[in-house]
């Protein structure tokens, strides 16, 4: 990922070209601009400025000894794939076929040789622009991925402690009843009446635990109702 650029930070521009005078040129309108040019002449040396930090903005020529500027383009987005850096294309070859392919390889921008001083500069600024929109977009919908994760796990521990009111409050009652039951069976001798009577309680205090369970599995977490003060829980529908 590129470098975070600050408002205190010059904005750096890529010159890459062949030719001594456009590379003057171009290094002088983005100077006029008050950016910073970082000049290099061939797609090598353009890649060796892009490795580590990414540009605010890159002009290279399209044709280059060794490494072309389409090469150039193709890897700076590979380098910086969660920074967009636009890529303008200033080339003496200006043929419909030149551009479409410069345009369909990643090239932000064509202008050809010789180029006007002030479109230049209107390019330049304009391609900034869309930079700073769609990392303002991308920061935008950082945040918001944040808030949404925050959102998940609020939700999460609300039908969480929905989920452990609910089994407190439906299955208490019978837990403790089953309890009580099971300390007269252990009191009582099998003979007696009470013992039986115990036995079938439990029992049946256990088939209503198990028939509530069934319901925690498939209520609506919509589905609510009042329990102490504010806190809710589930409703569970009880004969």
Known sequence: MGTVRTSDTPRR??????????????????????????VVKNGEDALRET???????????YTMPGISGLEVCQAIKRQHPSDFVPVLMLTARGTVRDKVTALAEGVDDYITKPCNYEELQARVNALLRIRDLNRDLRRANEELQRVQKKLIEQERQLAVGQLAGTAAHALGQPLSSILLNCFLLEQLPKSDPKFVGALASVKNDA?????MIDKLRTVKASDQEEYLGDTQILKLDRE
């Not at 100077?31 to 040019?37: E, I």
Request: net charge negative; glycine share 2%; charged share 20%.
């Open 13 to 38: 521009i890529l010159i890459a070209d062949v030719d001594s005078d456009s590379r003057i040129m171009v290094a002088s309108v983005v100077s006029v601009l008050g950016y910073t040019p970082v």
């Open 51 to 61: 490795s580590n930090s990414a540009p605010d903005l890159a002009i290279v020529d």
């Open 207 to 211: 088939k209503r635990m198990a028939e």
